[in-house]
């Protein structure tokens, strides 16, 4: 685990802090807090010290999971990412990172989840958001305004 200073600015009040976050994110076999927060999709999100509204931070981080041979990265421009040995996934958003990571953390295929929520979405007409994904269970939940839909993973 690695941390660095990030300088940030609350979208709200646009009070600027310095704040120290982990950068650098390895899967030790066991859930740790940070994969804790991943599971529960407040790894990025922020308090205002000044206006005290909740908002998501987008900041350079690498997670390796050296056991299931994948990496996600987070970052704005194009790293240099030959240094990693496992599958990469390219990451532009806090939203983008947390979908992929809860797909590739069950173990299950990342592009035919993609699939299934874009099929999901052209049926509805609406953005969903993934809920949970059961790679024991072989089901996606996604949840579009107030309805949950389960789909059934097909490997």
């Known amino acids: 685990m ?47 010290q000044s206006c005290h509204q909740t908002f998501l931070l987008c900041y350079p981080l690498i997670y390796r999971d050296v056991g299931r041979h994948f990496a996600l990265v987070l970052a704005q421009g194009d790293p240099d990412l030959t240094h990693l040995e496992e599958k990469i996934v390219l990451c532009r958003t806090p939203g983008q990172f947390l979908f992929a990571w809860k797909i590739l953390s069950q173990g299950m295929d990342l592009s035919k989840a ?36 389960v789909m059934i993973y097909s490997c």
């Open 2 to 48: 690695k941390k660095r200073l990030i300088d940030v600015e609350c979208p709200f009040c646009h009070a600027s802090f310095t704040m120290m976050k982990d950068t650098y994110l390895l899967q030790d076999g066991g859930l740790n807090k940070e994969e804790k927060a991943l599971e529960e999709g407040l790894f990025f999100t922020h308090v205002c």
């Open 114 to 149: 993609l699939q299934a929520r874009a099929k999901l979405e052209k049926e509805k007409g609406a953005k969903a958001a993934l809920i949970s994904a059961d790679g024991t269970q072989n089901q996606l939940c996604f949840q579009i305004g107030d309805q949950l839909y």
